[in-house]
């Protein structure tokens, strides 16, 4: 779906969703690793580069894509200059195609987790809020609260498997273009039959 705008001369937005999100994991005990499953692959970085490395390669390009799962909806939000669609794109087929399992990153972002997690533990807004959340879904087994007890649960791998899983299926995804994108410039429809139209349904089977 594309919407060309002229309210930015230079920005391209993306946004891609499809049906599914946390509601598809059954096991109430892999809940926390589905919540932040699409935050642990971001950490982890992408095919052979690090988020470090990642990030060396993208200084000076304005594109970004950040994938997401949600209650009952998986995607990804992106941004890009004109002149670097090209480049978001190719983050959207590196998520679908290699998301990177790095365990060292992993470590580095639940050790982060449980220093923040830490310090809340002694704000009463914090159990405030808890308590409300649990109010509000009364109880529900389902109910994730990110506390020092629950992030124990995280599991890495398990967190992966569920991201691939969630991701599998491309031909499942809307993918919207909003700024100044003309799908009928050659380099803009070449970038979107190469990167979208080059992905395979079932990629991790």
């Not at 087994?141 to 498997?161: F, G, Q, S, Y």
Request: without cysteine; neutral net charge.
């Amino acid at each position: 779906v594309f919407k060309p705008t002229e309210y930015k001369k230079d920005e391209i937005l993306l946004s891609a969703f499809s049906e599914g999100g946390v509601s598809k994991v059954k096991n109430t005990n892999d809940l926390i690793s589905a919540t932040l499953a699409a935050m642990v692959v971001t950490n982890n970085g992408l095919g052979s580069f690090s988020q470090v490395d990642l990030n060396k390669v993208l200084a000076g390009k304005v594109a970004s894509v950040s994938p997401q799962i949600g209650s009952y909806t998986e995607g990804f939000s992106g941004r890009s200059s004109v002149a670097d669609f090209e480049t978001m794109l190719q983050l959207v087929y590196l998520y679908y195609t290699e998301p990177r399992n790095d365990p060292e990153a992993f470590q580095s972002l639940l050790n982060m987790y449980k220093a923040s997690l830490a310090n809340a533990a002694s704000d009463p807004r914090m159990a405030f809020n808890d308590s409300v959340t649990m109010m509000v879904n009364n109880r529900h087994p389902r109910t994730v609260v990110l506390n020092m007890n629950t992030i124990d649960k995280l599991d890495h791998n398990k967190a992966v498997e569920i991201f691939k899983q969630r991701f599998s299926l491309p031909s499942d995804f809307t993918f919207v273009f909003t700024g100044n994108v003309n799908p009928n410039e050659p380099a803009v429809k070449n970038a979107i039959l190469t990167y979208l139209g080059g992905l395979k349904t079932g990629l991790f089977r």
